[in-house]
């Protein structure tokens, strides 16, 4: 079962289980209107066997994981869809639905994570996905990832803005963040060397 873990969050495989959470975010106005979407009008009990159904037969082209807090606090989703091999690039999608972990670096950490593990594990060259225009927390959010805007898309009534990474700026990326916590870890020993006194050392 795939895992992947990173500081305050997990991105696990998604379960049954899940279902009273994304139903509660599902039919949310709010988080439907983030998404530019309807509200989702099923009763509760259809939307668990649809659930079920997704879970049990799992599109190849899609790849969805649940974003839970390292307490296991649920709260939130992430999935990659379109992966499209041939033209080496998928569409990445994420909600975090609990209100209260927005702002806080959680959503950015789980993009982080799956955009890591994405690159690490398959031969793709670019995740992109489409926000809308005035989506401003998600756009910072994303940018803060390494994305950057494409273009803007009108679709369906909507504005949207058009966001890529690309594997060479995420190589760049991940090695500048390498640079960082190797000097912060080289930093930190030099310090625990000099509070040490001559006596203690060695
Ligand atoms: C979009 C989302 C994934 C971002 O995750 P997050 O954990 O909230 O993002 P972060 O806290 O890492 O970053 C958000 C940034 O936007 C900033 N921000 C939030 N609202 C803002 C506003 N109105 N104007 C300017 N900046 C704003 C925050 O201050 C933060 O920046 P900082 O880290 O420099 O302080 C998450 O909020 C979410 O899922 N929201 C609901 C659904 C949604 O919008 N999904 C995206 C659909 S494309």
């Not at 090695?175 to 625990?192: C, M, T």
Request: aromatic share 10%; net charge neutral.
């Amino acid at each position: 079962m795939t895992e992947l873990r990173a500081s305050r969050i997990v991105l696990r495989e998604k379960r049954l289980e899940d279902a009273p959470e994304d139903y509660a975010w599902r039919t949310d106005e709010e988080l439907s209107r983030l998404d530019a979407a309807s509200p989702l009008r099923l009763p509760y009990s259809e939307y668990r066997r649809v659930l079920a159904d997704e879970l049990r037969y799992p599109f190849p082209w899609t790849q969805r994981f649940a974003i839970d807090t390292t307490e296991g606090k649920h709260i939130g989703n992430c999935m990659l869809y379109d992966i499209d091999t041939a033209a080496g690039q998928a569409e990445l999608g994420i909600m975090i639905g609990e209100r209260e972990y927005w702002d806080r670096g959680y959503g950015t950490e789980a993009i982080t994570c799956l955009a890591d593990h994405t690159f690490q594990t398959t031969s793709l060259k670019r995740i992109y996905l489409h926000t809308l225009e005035w989506n401003i927390r998600a756009q910072h959010s994303f940018v803060k990832c390494g994305f950057k805007p494409v273009r803007k898309v009108r679709r369906s009534s909507h504005d949207f803005l058009l966001m890529e990474l690309l594997r060479a700026d995420w190589e760049a990326q991940s090695f500048s963040r390498r640079a960082q916590r190797d000097s912060a870890a080289a930093d930190r020993a030099a310090k625990g060397q000099e509070g040490m006194g001559p006596e203690r050392q060695g």
